[in-house]
């Protein structure tokens, strides 16, 4: 699942992209810039694509924003292999873990800041994600596991170990 919010800083919004995986909600692409276009949501994704490097076909949904609905994001999702989900027309609750997330970033960690620039910003969302978020934030809906926990339960589990 993908999308984008944004987040106000002393210089202006920034845009953050975000792809997570549905399965152990961990966000595993992510990208800010200062502007909402197409490249960030792009750049999100390739950075999914490069960290899990996929073997067979994947859906990735969003919602029906111009950034994911270009002939450039069309062509990157057939190149690598993607198949694009998109939400209907007026339909919230689509993209539900996509917001479920901004509003966890949001309540714990943003609305305590004031940013003065955007790199302080990019600095504070890295460390949000990748040093608590996805290695030890627990969800009720991973048994009280983190995401990164849960990924690495479930390969030991198809090990057989």
């Keep these: 699942m ?7 800083t002393l210089k202006g919004f920034a845009y953050l992209a975000i792809v ?7 966000v595993v692409g992510w990208l800010m810039q200062s502007h909402q ?7 999100a994704l390739l950075m999914a694509v490069w960290r899990r490097k996929p073997q067979g076909k994947v859906l990735i949904h969003s919602d029906q924003g111009s950034q994911f609905t270009s002939m450039d994001w069309a062509s990157f999702l ?21 917001e479920s997330f ?15 620039t955007r ?5 504070d969302v ?3 994600i990748e040093m608590f978020y996805n290695p030890k934030r627990k969800h009720v809906r991973n048994g009280n596991l983190s995401p990164v926990g849960f ?10 170990v």
Aim: hydrophobic letters at 25%; glycine letters at 2%.
């Design 2 to 8: 993908t999308d984008i919010t944004y987040i106000r």
């Design 20 to 26: 997570i995986d549905l399965y152990s909600r961990r």
């Design 37 to 43: 276009t197409m490249d960030v949501a792009l750049q």
């Design 78 to 98: 057939k190149h690598h292999n993607l198949e694009h989900s998109i939400s209907r027309h007026g339909n919230c609750h689509d993209n539900a873990v996509a």
């Design 102 to 116: 901004f509003n966890l970033l949001q309540r714990e960690r943003i609305r305590r800041r004031t940013y003065k």
């Design 119 to 123: 790199a302080d910003t990019r600095q």
């Design 126 to 128: 890295f460390d949000y």
């Design 151 to 160: 990924k690495r339960q479930q390969d030991m589990n198809n090990k057989g």
